[in-house]
């Protein structure tokens, strides 16, 4: 290739276009090319500890910090061990009690406390594992306390083990027990799971045994870690396991831990206990003081995993708080507790139908409405998939597990079920992450923050394939300007699938980068890059740094401009030229992109040079480009070099950036990925102009050739005759001749118009190859010239000219370079010496190990050193060419052709010889082997490894012949551009001219026009739209060859059979799930058809109509899983099927730890029979005691209450008429509740509140009232306390003889109450009734009126009375206006008052 060729050589050949020779400014930029490297090194010391200090730093950190629990009282249990061995009630030998727990005066007290017996003390278990006998994969340990606060663990975890944060939490649950999968359920199962992990940088958190589930998670990431590179980077894998149920623990035990442990996997004696599962990468092991007790670490890994989803990740200025997932496999009762928490927290879920038990359970009713999940369903599906363990099952655990599912079902926004080959599903990865993006619609992001939510998330994960499908579809438009936050992290974060997705969706460069987005790129550069390292030595040598300050100073886009000049070389300007003292700081406001002129900036003003200021242009493809390439981003690059129109100096910029970076990168494989895309732009430089002229198109640093293009053959008319005594005419002329080559050199060297400096001119001088053999050949010249001048000296000094003369014929060989057929010869002559020169290396060995060994066997004691010489290397080196000596064999020896006793000084002394028979006597047999041995290896071996070497670069430059001659010719143009007019001898008037300019009448000089520096704006728009074509063009000709290729066929056929084999074996299961449901369905409707028939029977023989109640309704078609719930229909069908209070039936009532009885759909109504209901009793002590009603445990203080009337000040009676007093406690008129008392409320029986709903209309800045679908959009004023985790509205319940509730009085300031209570008056009343609050019970429930006061004008004076009062009264209250949107996040049955609300105005909701 060309410009390798020509980088070998000579400046010309860095293939970046700027000129050498135009350089200014020269001592403002340091050299940091010196210590870049010692930097770079002392940088990422700063990141690497050693082992050591790391085993240091955990050996001193973990004992202070993380604790573990012994039983301190050994209180003998009335069970014995698997051993038969006494032990105590904490489960542990006498033996293995510390010393003073086993004391008979010990223990005090009448039974064992495991909150008084166990006592903290500091871990002794922590540090590395490994696995006897397994693979050497080191994981980390820890023993800790049950109480370890979570954000010491999470601590631990990242500081100290040196995990990243992570993108997405993974919590796996399931059986614990060993069960069986379908093979290809999992195979997708395994595969799913670790690629999500693996692409969104997520952990996945197990319980870390190697039984059931985590031991199919553990051989999940074993197959990955097998079948993947190191590249990939290790799934990070935790298991949460109790430390007393861990089988051989004693391994762990160290105290100043284990540097590594080694732990042996005994599954055969593990008896009850379990061991640890090898695949994993990390250990918590959680201890409470006691063995073989099983459970102790859920209550610390749900309070961990929780932490976890709390802490925020920023990344690229993109902040999301870790999101996480419940992936659910088999299991049992636990399991089913696991999933109901995670969804009351919102947790999203996904349950892998097929794997067994509860997993199955809760996949077959999730399609099925509220109302179809009844107790009978639950015990038919139990009996089904819990046949060995059905029997133990209570009526009291079936109707639980009724009402924990329902609870399940009913979040379907939370729940995912991925059916293996049903619904489009594929992969586990994707059904978990659509699962996170589902999840996300339901929280409390709304409208473009709910979208631009689920961005960040897939953005953090690095899965393009979701937000294609799940984000940029047509029910979101986006605006590219919303889009610029997502670019920022994506360019950061290397993501280049979303740089593209973001780019095809209208994101447009010229907007997205302005100086601001610029300079945090580079802020936040890779501290690993190279590129990092110069910029950080560049801010230590500030000025203004203070040599004893800690911090370096900010980085500024100068300092970028000034590495990248050194970079790409002094003759360029700064890109980015430090501001002035008097400029306004830069970065206060975001500098919008300046257009100069038609055809906008490009890369070519990193070479055009200005005689005045230098003003600096913004050009965003070209800025984004170099922040790509100095990071080496090969990806990136390659987007955004697409976008850019002077394509071909963009391509000769990159090259030049990485090649100069590859010198200095002590990285091996960086510097050759530096090398091979600089390469790779180089190319695509080269391939863009098939045809036309280069040179216009590459302006910039080319550094000129020295010698005289129309320079004569001075030389050629030295002949030896005429070197006489006395120089004749002729050779005067020559003499003037050389003295006009010698002045236009000097020209060369000196000529400075520039004010480059006499160094920095005579090394770009010196650079060139042909100025070299310049100097070289005047300076001989010269030496022969002075002996020819010295009588005593002629000879020598004829000899000396006449090397000179060889000299100024190779020169000859520059005029060639204007030939296409003789030009890349040069460069091919060039090369083959260079081989020459490695092969004389290979055969100085062979020519001198024969030469020895041949002299020391013929001649004995040759004294003479020329001719030692001649026969050891002179006459082994000829033998080569054919020339063999007369005597090695013994054949044609005469004594006349060498002389006996090696006295005759022009013959070679005789060989080894009988003195009497004068024949030789040495062993011709060995010589004639050592001789074709020798002729072997150097005729056959190496001369036509030499050839091949030849050949192998011929083909090498052959291949580029047409950009070799383009190069040259455009560098000769260039020359004779650069040169005088008039040639040798002529060229001295020139010179002249000069000198009377410069010196005598100082004449300033003019900066060198090298051809044309700036192009006119038409020729400068239509050379870009000319690159612009050829690369297009270029891109396609490179996708097609691509295509062409044989292994890429080959490729592509087998994506394609692998999609055709999955889509035929989608649509088998497809079908047959299909056909199952509808089954099914025809069976339901069978039935009710069934049921209804005898009802009509019974009905006429009863000669009636019967009832409208008891006629049954057909079965409702099942709903399609994996829609949300709020895009579709469904919600309402489930809400008429689901007419029962909910939020009033949560099993955990709030702010308490009271649990209520579980009460499924169908036991609700009082009607309904329930035998076994046993509610708790609760109710709460309040300070207001005078407020409240007692507390209920005692009937006489109740008897006082009269129910459905006023009593006193408080109203107990309902809206929805008179309710029922069952033992002197009120019914809730809308069935149980599973809890009795009065709860958290005042009264018993109805607790009236006021929710005044205060809207007013959304505007813009224009003052326009905003829109939604036609609709206009509300404002809604809501409340939310700090301790509380939605928005209310500012209503409650009110003191008595008020009529302002307290709520809203905390949030209005007094003087306007009674303008607020005047509003009330004048307000529609839009609800009045029971509201399903999570605080009600069976004996006290809320009751509400809603009042609805809008404000339709934006000028009304109320209004700007209202916001002018609206204040936080208290410190932890907050108010504000809301949009109101269906997706909103508001308290208990708030949303409801809202919706009709909206329909009030018709509003959007």
């Known amino acids: 290739m060309e410009p390798v060729a020509l980088k070998a050589g000579s400046k010309q050949e860095d293939g970046f276009g700027v000129q050498p020779r135009r350089v200014a400014d020269l001592g403002r930029v340091p050299s940091l090319q010196r210590s870049s490297s010692s930097l770079c090194r002392s940088r990422r010391s700063q990141y690497a500890f050693s082992s050591c200090e790391k085993q240091e730093n955990l050996s001193s950190w973990i004992p202070e910090n993380i604790k573990k629990k012994e039983c301190m009282y050994f209180v003998e249990s009335s069970k014995l061990s698997d051993a038969g061995k006494v032990v105590c009630e904490c489960g542990y030998t006498r033996e293995q009690h510390l010393e003073e727990a086993i004391r008979p005066q010990a223990f005090q007290g009448n039974e064992w406390d495991p909150k008084k017996h166990v006592q903290e003390m500091p871990t002794d278990a922590f540090g590395d594992i490994v696995f006897t006998g397994l693979s050497q994969k080191v994981g980390k340990y820890v023993r800790l306390s049950q109480d370890t606060p979570s954000s010491v663990t999470y601590q631990l975890m990242t500081q100290h083990w040196g995990l990243d944060v992570p993108n997405l939490l993974i919590s796996v649950t399931g059986g614990a027990k060993d069960f069986n999968m379908k093979p290809r359920l999992k195979s997708v199962f395994r595969r799913g799971l670790v690629k999500v992990a693996q692409t969104t940088g997520a952990w996945i958190i197990t319980g870390g045994s190697h039984t059931g589930v985590m031991k199919q998670v553990g051989e999940a990431v074993r197959d990955f870690s097998l079948s993947s590179s190191c590249s990939e980077g290790e799934v990070v894998t935790i298991g949460i396991a109790t430390w007393g149920t861990v089988h051989n623990r004693e391994g762990l035990v160290h105290p100043m831990g284990g540097f590594p442990a080694e732990y042996i996997m005994d599954e055969e004696g593990q008896g009850h206990l379990t061991c640890l599962d090898s695949n994993h990468s990390h250990f918590i092991l959680v201890d409470d003081g006691t063995h073989g007790r099983y459970g102790v670490e859920i209550p610390l890994r749900s309070k961990l995993e929780k932490f976890i989803s709390e802490q925020t990740k920023e990344r690229g200025g993109v902040a999301i708080k870790i999101p996480i997932v419940c992936v659910v496999l088999e299991g049992g009762p636990g399991t089913l507790h696991t999933i109901y928490n995670a969804i009351t927290h919102g947790t999203p879920c996904v349950v892998v139908e097929g794997s067994g038990r509860v997993a199955d359970v809760i996949a077959q009713v999730a399609g099925l409405p509220i109302s179809e999940i009844t107790i009978a369903l639950i015990q038919q599906k139990l009996a089904v998939f819990f046949q060995e363990m059905f029997e133990t099952f209570t009526e009291g655990t079936i109707v639980e597990w009724t009402k924990k599912i329902q609870d399940i079902v009913r979040r379907r926004q939370l729940l995912t079920i991925f059916r293996e080959g049903k619904d489009g599903q594929q992969d586990v990865d994707v059904a978990i992450l659509q699962a996170l993006l589902k999840a996300s619609r339901s929280h409390d992001h709304f409208g473009h923050e709910n979208w631009d939510h689920q961005l960040k998330l897939a953005v953090a994960w690095n899965r393009v394939d979701i937000a294609r499908s799940e984000i940029f579809t047509d029910e979101r438009q986006w605006k590219p300007s919303e889009l610029h936050p997502m670019m920022t992290a994506a360019l950061i974060s290397n993501k280049p699938e979303f740089v593209k997705l973001f780019l095809e969706n209208g994101l447009r460069l010229k907007e997205f980068v302005t100086w601001d987005t610029l300079l945090y790129l580079y802020k936040n550069l890779d501290p690993s890059c190279l590129f990092h390292c110069k910029l ?29 000049r050194e970079l790409l070389g002094d003759s360029t300007q700064l890109l980015y030229p430090r501001p002035r003292s008097s400029d306004r700081p830069r970065l206060l406001l975001p500098v919008p992109h300046i257009k100069l002129n038609v055809q906008g900036v490009s890369l070519r003003s990193l070479y055009k040079r200005s005689s005045g200021q230098v003003a600096f242009t913004m050009d965003p493809v070209r800025d984004l480009l170099i922040w790509a390439i100095v990071q080496n981003r090969r990806e990136l690059a390659e987007i955004i070099w697409a976008q850019s129109q002077d394509c071909i100096a963009a391509a000769l910029a990159c090259s030049k950036i990485l ?493 308490s730890p009271i649990v209520r009885f579980p009460v499924p759909n169908e036991k609700v109504p009082w009607e309904t029979e329930f035998l076994i209901y046993d509610p708790p009793f609760y ?204 997706r909103i996040s508001l308290y208990a049955n708030h949303k409801a008052i809202l919706q009709k609300v909206a329909t009030l105005f018709g509003a959007y909701y």
């Open 536 to 564: 950080q030595k560049v801010l230590a040598e500030e000025p203004e740094h203070v040599a004893c300050a800690p911090a370096l100073p900010a980085v500024q886009m100068h300092h970028v401009a000034q590495v990248l």
């Open 659 to 1151: 090649k100069e970076l590859s010198k200095e990168e002590e990285d091996t494989d960086s510097s050759e990925e530096m090398l091979a895309l600089a390469d790779q732009y180089e190319l695509r430089a080269i391939g863009l102009p098939d045809q036309g002229v280069v040179g216009p198109a590459l302006r910039g640093q080319r550094a000129l050739a020295g010698d005289p293009v129309h320079a004569g053959l001075p030389a050629a008319h030295h002949r030896p005759h005429l070197l006489q005594p006395s120089p004749s005419w002729c050779e005067r002329l020559i003499y003037l001749w050389l003295f006009s080559l010698v002045c236009e050199e000097l020209r060369q060297l000196l000529y400075d118009p520039d004010e480059c400096g006499l160094v920095k001119m005579a090394l770009l001088y010196f650079s060139d190859f042909w100025n070299k053999l310049d100097i070289a050949a005047i300076l001989l010249f010269i030496a022969g010239l002075t002996c020819r001048l010295i009588p005593g000296l002629l000879y020598p000094g004829r000899i000396v000219l006449s090397l000179d003369f060889i000299m100024f014929c190779l020169r000859l060989m520059h005029i060639f370079t204007i030939s296409k057929t003789l030009g890349p010869k040069i460069i091919i002559v060039k090369r083959m010496m260079k081989d020459v020169f490695f092969f004389l290396f290979l055969l100085a060995v062979w020519v001198v190990s024969f030469g020895v060994a041949k002299q020391a066997i013929l001649i004995h004691n040759e004294s003479r050193v020329d001719w030692i010489f001649r026969g050891v290397v002179y006459q082994s080196y000829l033998t080569i060419f054919g020339q063999m000596p007369a005597y090695i064999d013994g054949v044609n020896f005469s004594l006349d052709q060498c002389s006996p006793n090696g006295t005759d000084p022009y013959k070679p002394k005789c060989p080894e010889s009988d003195a009497t028979r004068h024949r030789p006597i040495f062993p011709e047999w060995l010589t004639v082997i050592l001789l074709c041995l020798y002729l072997l290896f150097t005729n056959i071996l190496l001369l036509n490894l030499l050839i091949a070497m030849f050949n192998y670069t011929f083909q090498q430059v052959q291949e580029h012949t047409d950009q070799i001659w383009k190069f040259q010719r455009h560098d000769l143009i260039e020359e004779y551009q650069g040169r005088p007019p008039a040639p040798p001898p002529f060229i001295l008037l020139s010179h002249l001219h000069l000198f009377i300019k410069r010196v005598i009448l100082k004449i300033p000089a003019k900066r060198h026009k090298q051809l044309k520096n700036k192009l006119e704006k038409n020729e400068e728009a239509a050379l870009l739209s000319w690159e612009i074509y050829l690369k297009e063009n270029y891109l396609q000709n490179q996708q097609y060859q691509q295509k062409q290729r044989t292994e890429q066929k080959i490729q592509d056929i087998s994506n394609r059979v692998d999609t055709m084999v999955d889509l035929l074996e989608m649509d088998r299961l497809k079908g047959s799930g299909s056909m199952e449901q509808r089954l099914a369905s025809l069976e339901r409707q069978v039935t009710q058809t069934t049921r209804a028939l005898h009802w009509v029977v019974k009905t006429l023989r009863d000669s009636g109509f019967g009832l409208d109640e008891g006629a049954p309704s057909l079965a409702s078609q099942p709903a399609s899983e994996g829609q949300d719930p709020e895009l579709d229909g469904r919600q309402k069908a489930e809400d008429l099927g689901d007419a029962h209070h909910v939020n009033a039936r949560h099993l955990l009532y709030p702010n």
């Open 1179 to 1382: 109710s709460a002590e309040r300070k207001d005691k005078d407020l409240v009603d007692p507390v209920g445990n005692a009937l006489d203080p109740l008897s006082r209450i009269t129910y459905n009337a006023v009593d006193g000040p408080t109203d107990r009676r309902s809206f929805h008429g008179s309710y029922a007093v069952q033992d002197g406690f009120p019914l809730n008129p809308m069935g149980r509740t599973g809890l009795r008392g009065r709860g958290a409320l005042c009264c018993f029986g109805p607790n009236h509140t006021l929710q005044p709903v205060v809207t007013r209309w959304r505007r813009n800045q224009d003052g326009a009232i905003c829109r939604r679908s036609i609709k206009k959009v509300l404002e809604v004023l809501v409340v939310k306390h700090d301790l509380a985790e939605h928005w209310a509205l500012p209503g409650g319940s009110r003191e008595p003889g008020e009529t302002l509730p307290r709520k809203l009085k905390q949030v209005l300031q007094r003087e306007f109450w009674p303008s607020f209570e005047n509003l009330l008056l004048q307000g529609t009343e839009v609800y009045k009734g029971y509201v399903d609050d999570p605080r009600n019970t069976d004996n006290a429930w809320i009751e509400t009126v809603a009042v609805s006061v809008h404000f339709p004008d934006q000028s009304d004076v109320e209004l700007k009375r209202l916001n002018s009062h609206l204040h936080a009264g208290d410190p932890g209250m907050s108010v504000r206006w809301q949009v109101v949107d269906k």
